[in-house]
């Protein structure tokens, strides 16, 4: 591996564009120098923009011999494919969430990347190394106020693409949350519960929107994360954190309030690539280092895998309107 990373990209649409943006002109230690796109014409654009080498397909890309790693940022039904062959070259890669739409899929990616004999995968759960998240993590393990008992999130979106389905709510949104608070408290999920508010009438006819997931630790930890995706007030997310002697809060990012129209203002983010900034930097700067260092530090393949174990139970409990359990497996000494 040269000295700097060099990294492919596969999939050049719009967080694609933002990671390439934020490492070759903000972090260190790695440049994007390759991409590819299923959309050749507009891939060729944008490589061209960035300066980049073109591949007109991920293979290509990953057997070139001109990157060290590999990020992965296609749609979420393609990651399978682009993670295997990174996986099967040996070489280091970076799937943003999630790992796969389904659990079985990423058990596939499990299978192979054991057999391999070393970790290679990260998936781009970027909420860990968000600062305020962080900080609340701290305050949990560090159990000077006790155990947490319950938490009470939110997922809000302004709106949603006309290509955004009722399941995408779960594997696509919520499973943000889904990872993030089983890394904050620790445990494993033992059942999850979907739930169902009035509908709203700004959600197309096909969509349900909003819909509330229960997750229920092992130890019975409580969690209620509402998801509202078609809002029309902006991008807002919310994590409260109820323990037996003190609560905490996911801190808002700083925004200065205005005096105007007899009124205060203070705005909020409109979108998801307003809120992360930071955390994505951390998550990829971080990544970049471990990664130099021949380890994999972030969550891996098989948080990914147990993220879509859940995620798969969420789905059948919203057809079923019942609680299901969730079943996963010891974690393999692999991944410990
Ligand atoms: N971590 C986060 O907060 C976050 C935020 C946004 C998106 N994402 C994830 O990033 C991924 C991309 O999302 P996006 O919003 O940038 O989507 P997008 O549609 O803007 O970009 C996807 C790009 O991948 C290309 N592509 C699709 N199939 C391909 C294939 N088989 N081979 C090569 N290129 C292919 C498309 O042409 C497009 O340019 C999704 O998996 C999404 O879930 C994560």
Redesign the pocket.
Known sequence: MSNELRIGL????????THIERINTRLRGGRVVAA????AA??KR?ADRYGLEFFE??DALVSSGNIDALI????????E??VSAAVRAGMPVFC???LAPTAAACKRIIDLETAGGKRLVQV???RRFDPGYRELKRLVDGGEFGAPLMLHCAHRNFSVGDNYTTPMAIT?TLI?EIDVLRWLIGEDYKSVEMAFPKLSKNARPDLIDPQIMILTSVSGVRMDVECHVTNRAGYDIQCEVCCEEGYFKLPDLPSVPRLVNAGRVTPICRD??ER?IEA?NIELQEWMDSTRAGRVDGPNAWDGYAACIAADACQESREKKAVIPVSLPETPAFYK
Do not use: C, L, N, R
Request: a negative charge.
């Open positions: 596969a999939g050049v649409g719009a967080i694609g564009q590819t796109d299923v959309a507009f891939g944008i397909t991920g992965v940022t296609a749609g979420d039904d393609d990651h494919m682009f943003e969430k999630p781009g759960f970027m696509s943000h998801w690539s992360f994505y």
